[in-house]
């Protein structure tokens, strides 16, 4: 089945330690990926430093190597910081013949090895119609995000 990819703009509310922060979050099939993830973790894009959101999405549009060990690529970040120290959800991208598949949801971090995949066994895999996810990952390119 093919799935599809939006992006809409969000706001995390702040408040009782927690920032708050307006980021493009990934919409697949409808639904926010932010909120099938039960953990705190939110995309890069719209408001991270403006070279590094170019480079998370490079990484997803394969343009560049996995930034995390096991060639797993970086979908959301730590909402205070980034900081993959803190961990990040990262998937496997995969491409066939017109197709673009996010798969092997978890968290990792860069002190640790491993993957932590408890709470995303019913996140993925999703499968991507190849034309259509780089345009509409490029979008945030054109819109200025990255």
Excluded: H
């Amino acid at each position: 089945m093919i799935s599809t990819l939006d992006l809409a703009w969000v706001t995390r509310a702040g408040g009782g330690g927690r920032t708050e922060r307006r980021y493009r979050d990934f919409l697949v099939d409808g639904a926010s990926l932010t909120s099938r993830i039960k953990a705190d973790f939110i995309s890069p894009f719209g408001w991270f430093d403006l070279s590094a959101q170019a480079a998370f999405l490079d990484g997803l549009l394969r343009k560049q190597p996995p930034q995390c060990a096991g060639g797993r690529t970086i979908l959301c970040v730590c909402p205070e910081c980034g900081d993959l120290g803190c961990g990040a959800v990262t998937v496997t991208v995969q491409g066939g013949p017109g197709v673009v598949i996010w798969r092997d949801f978890g968290i990792q971090n860069n002190y640790e090895d491993g993957v932590y995949t408890a709470g995303f066994e019913d996140i993925g895999p999703f499968t991507f119609d190849g034309l259509t996810y780089y345009r509409v990952l490029e979008s945030l390119r054109a819109s200025g995000c990255p």
